[in-house]
């Protein structure tokens, strides 16, 4: 998964020739947004799994809302990242408990 550019962030030039590629600078508050099916127990079981990739997470600063038609939930929360590998990890976390339909 790719991550959105995010303020204060230098670019490099991508080695395609092309469009610079973000990097993002560590430690930083990043935000997720995590879609999956909506029931009772979504985002207390992700709030799990993201708090083993940032034991810091303040959980009063999630939200979650329900889509129009009541069959999605998207979570928002927003993580200290501390690095490129705790970010990819949490997003094989998130998509191995078999209950996300997306990250972003």
């Known amino acids: 998964m790719t991550?959105?550019?995010?303020?204060g962030q230098s670019s490099v030039i991508s080695g395609d020739g092309g469009q610079p590629a973000p990097k993002i600078e560590f430690p930083t508050d990043y935000s997720l947004k995590i879609v999956g099916d909506s029931d009772e127990g979504f985002c207390d079981d992700m709030l799990d799994i993201v708090e083993r990739f940032d034991p810091t997470l303040d959980r009063s600063r999630a939200s979650h809302q329900d889509s129009r038609?009541?069959?999605f939930r998207s979570l928002r929360v927003t993580i200290t990242a501390t690095g490129q590998a705790q970010l990819s990890a949490l997003f094989s976390a998130l998509k191995a408990s078999g209950r996300v339909h997306m990250v972003i």
């Open 69 to 71: 038609n009541g069959r």
């Open 3 to 7: 991550s959105p550019s995010r303020p």
